[in-house]
């Protein structure tokens, strides 16, 4: 790397682009929440596996 500054702005930049990606996956999928009426089960709760 030229200097300490730009590997700085490099991690930066790798690091929002990650964040990015994280916010965006996170809306892709249906939450327990918004999934909850669909059931007749009134408690949802994730597998021993999965938690």
């Known amino acids: 790397m030229p200097s300490e ?7 930066g930049a790798i690091l929002l682009e990650q964040n990015d ?3 965006i996956q996170r809306s892709r999928y249906m939450t327990l929440e918004s999934v909850a009426g669909l059931s007749d089960n009134n408690v949802i709760t994730l597998p021993d596996m999965a938690a």
């Open 21 to 23: 990606e994280w916010a």
């Open 5 to 11: 500054e730009a590997m700085t702005r490099l991690v």
